[in-house]
């Protein structure tokens, strides 16, 4: 009979672009893809059990709830004076662009290489999403933008105003489809926080 191995020391997170050290909050239960680059990480705040999966880019302030999942491929963009904001249980599929700074494409320099008073008129603000919400493949969410509680919009779309709570939008611009379960859901996050309690 083999002698029990003891178990390996944990290995320190390593990431090619940022020290883990340098983020404002990074709570329990955290992955983050060795790719995954953060140009401001001491203005972003991770939860607990949360994923950031490998070749996501964030170039804003983030405040993340718990169990929210970052597919591959995301794009957090606004520069250090935008914000996005993610409450408990949301989820981003791969590629989607939370885009919370635009630059003014007709009567300023559009890029981020020249100073604010050259840029015309930009747009800096705050997106957020409530708890449940999820955002399909490839989909494209302007600056100023509040999606409610239980949000869900299909792949491909492009969201440019504030979507009520319990609804799924889809399209471009994203159009009302239908109403989502919200009981249902709220029964199965109960469900699931009373199964870890035991």
Avoid at 8 to 27: I, M, Q, V
Avoid at 142 to 152: C, I, K, Q, R
Avoid at 188 to 194: F, G, N, P, T, Y
């Amino acid at each position: 009979m083999k002698a029990a191995r003891a178990p390996e020391p944990a290995r320190p997170r390593r990431n090619l672009y940022f020290a883990f050290s340098r983020l404002k909050r990074c709570g329990k239960n955290v992955i983050i893809g060795k790719s995954v680059r953060i140009r401001y990480p001491e203005l972003v705040e991770i939860g607990d059990d949360c994923i950031i999966d490998d070749f996501t880019y964030i170039s804003t302030g983030v405040q993340l709830g718990s169990r929210v999942h970052i597919s591959a491929g995301c794009k957090l963009i606004g520069g250090p004076d935008a914000r996005v904001v993610m409450g408990d249980f949301s989820t981003l599929s791969p590629g989607v662009v939370l885009a919370a700074g635009s630059d003014d494409y007709v009567g300023g320099i559009a890029t981020p290489l020249v100073p604010r008073a050259y840029k015309g008129n930009v747009q800096i603000g705050e997106i957020r999403m409530g708890r449940h919400c999820v955002i399909g493949s490839n989909a494209v969410i302007l600056p100023s933008v509040s999606l409610g509680d239980g949000v869900a919009v299909g792949a491909l779309s492009l969201v440019k105003t504030s979507l009520p709570a319990w609804t799924l939008w889809a399209g471009i611009p994203a159009r009302r489809i239908r109403p989502r379960k919200r009981q249902q859901i709220l029964t199965l996050e109960k469900q699931l926080r009373d199964a870890r309690r035991t």
